[in-house]
T-cell receptor, first 111, second 114 residues
Framework: DVKVTQSSRYLVKRTGEKVFLECVQD?????MFWYRQDPGLGLRLIYF???????EKGDIPEGYSVSREKKERFSLILESASTNQTSMYLC??????????FGSGTRLTVV | GENVEQHPSTLSVQEGDSAVIKCTYS??????FPWYKQELGKRPQLIIDIRSNVGEKKDQRIAVTLNKTAKHFSLHITETQPEDSAVYFC?????????????FGTGTRLLVSP
């Protein structure tokens, strides 16, 4: 069974902390994505990557950065967490031309 | 860029009824339209998808139709069951050389009452 694994299911962080969200896929997919999911807003794309060390901004990249040093791993970094970054974060991966496989999500609360 | 609108935001039906969720997209070059189902507390999962060279696709009780001229596509669920209760997301993308960056609708919460 193909898998996308997000390292944490729940996280609570303090304002101003640097936060790392990790995502690992075992499907040898080229493409990886980070979305945030908020009620009434659907899934909004933060960053994506189509190859190792490649990254592209999505629709809401402000306050975030990413790292993709290995094909299977895509990390989302909140440089200085703020309360408006409290959300559900979903990682996904895909092979060219196919639909996404999502991870289980990380619910981040910033206090 | 692409914009996807989804309606309704909530939909309540009785078990056995049909349910229809509609989406419109703005980019006429979009060519891939998947639908995802997200049960409470779980990850979104792909349930059906359609490409722009096809007008309709069925898989048991679910079907998707695509009208490229009007730039809209719909999810149809027949003989609904309580386990169909979930949030459904439509999405669209333009994959030219194979890279698919999906733009999602805002979701429809479907409640099927026994």
């Amino acid at each position: 069974d193909v898998k996308v694994t997000q390292s944490s299911r729940y996280l609570v962080k303090r304002t101003g902390e640097k936060v790392f969200l990790e995502c690992v896929q075992d499907m040898d997919h080229e493409n990886m994505f980070w979305y945030r999911q908020d009620p009434g807003l659907g899934l909004r794309l933060i960053y994506f990557s189509y190859d190792v060390k490649m990254k592209e901004k999505g629709d809401i990249p402000e306050g975030y950065s990413v790292s993709r040093e290995k094909k299977e791993r895509f990390s989302l970094i909140l440089e200085s967490a703020s309360t408006n970054q409290t959300s559900m974060y979903l990682c996904a991966s895909s092979f060219y031309g196919d639909g996404y496989t999502f991870g289980s999500g990380t619910r981040l609360t910033v206090v | 860029g692409e914009n996807v609108e989804q309606h309704p935001s909530t939909l309540s039906v009785q078990e056995g009824d049909s349910a229809v969720i509609k989406c419109t997209y703005s980019d006429s070059a979009s060519n891939y339209f998947p639908w995802y189902k997200q049960e409470l507390g779980k990850r979104p999962q792909l349930i059906i998808d359609i490409r722009s060279n096809v007008g309709e696709k069925k898989d048991q009780r679910i079907a998707v139709t695509l009208n490229k001229t009007a730039k809209h596509f719909s999810l149809h669920i027949t003989e609904t069951q309580p386990e169909d209760s979930a949030v459904y997301f439509c999405a669209a993308s333009r994959g030219n050389t194979g890279f698919q960056k999906l733009v999602f609708g805002t979701g429809t919460r479907l409640l099927v009452s026994p």
